[in-house]
T-cell receptor, first 112, second 113 residues
Framework: DGGITQSPKYLFRKEGQNVTLSCEQN?????MYWYRQDPGQGLRLIYY???????QKGDIAEGYSVSREKKESFPLTVTSAQKNPTAFYLC???????????FGDGTRLSIL | AQSVTQPDIHITVSEGASLELRCNYS??????LFWYVQSPGQGLQLLLK??????LVQGIKGFEAEFKRSQSSFNRSKPSVHWSDAAEYFC???????????FGGGTRLMVKP
């Protein structure tokens, strides 16, 4: 079955450490997205990519970085510059940026 | 800038009762509109979408939504709620300029037996 896979499901970060969240899709979608969700809140866009080797900042890109070297993969790195990284991170993809987005099951990041 | 407002943070209804989830948006033209559902610890699942045409959209699980341009709203309704409908629901707007999906803050639905 086609879908979006996020890993790991739970991740812990030490102070000053960078961590990378994985997102892989086999839907042949061009566009991919990363969102952050805090308790009781909606989703906020971190980064998005409409095509391979290209990506743009969303509303809250500071302290995060991404790459899009392959169509299927859009990893998100939470850097030590992100002072409040504890959140639920959701990856999504869509056929193009005007089509509905399909979501993975998320990664919950916590600070040790 | 576009924005989406879901006025009700929490709603509790009895099983079998009718339900309306409200969504208002702020955008200059007609946007693309979506409703998503999220179960605890899970990603979002698409329930409904409106791009153009008939303003009453049918979705899965007996839900429907109506786009009202004059009110800038895209409210979802269901005539009879089931316990399995308990979840968090998000309304979202795409500005159809090709890049941004803006979400509302969500409405958490609880269903009483």
């Amino acid at each position: 079955d086609g879908g979006i896979t996020q890993s790991p499901k739970y991740l812990f970060r030490k102070e000053g450490q960078n961590v990378t969240l994985s997102c892989e899709q086999n839907l042949n979608h061009d566009a991919m997205y990363w969102y952050r969700q805090d308790p009781g809140q909606g989703l906020r866009l971190i980064y998005y990519s409409q095509i391979v080797n290209d990506f743009q900042k969303g509303d809250i890109a500071e302290g995060y970085s991404v790459s899009r070297e392959k169509k299927e993969s859009f990893p998100l790195t939470v850097t030590s510059a992100q002072k409040n990284p504890t959140a639920f991170y959701l990856c999504a993809s869509s056929r193009d940026s005007n089509q509905p987005q399909h979501f993975g099951d998320g990664t919950r990041l916590s600070i040790l | 800038a576009q924005s989406v407002t879901q006025p009700d943070i929490h709603i509790t209804v009895s099983e079998g009762a009718s339900l309306e989830l409200r969504c208002n948006y702020s955008y200059g033209a007609t946007p693309y509109l979506f409703w998503y559902v999220q179960s605890p610890g899970q990603g979002l699942q698409l329930l409904l979408k409106y791009f153009s045409g008939d303003t009453l959209v049918q979705g899965i699980k007996g839900f429907e939504a109506e786009f009202k341009r004059s009110q800038s709203s895209f409210n979802r309704s269901k005539p009879s709620v089931h316990w399995s409908d308990a979840a968090e629901y998000f309304c979202a707007v795409n500005n159809n300029a090709g890049n941004m999906l803006t979400f509302g803050g969500g409405t958490r639905l609880m269903v009483k037996p």
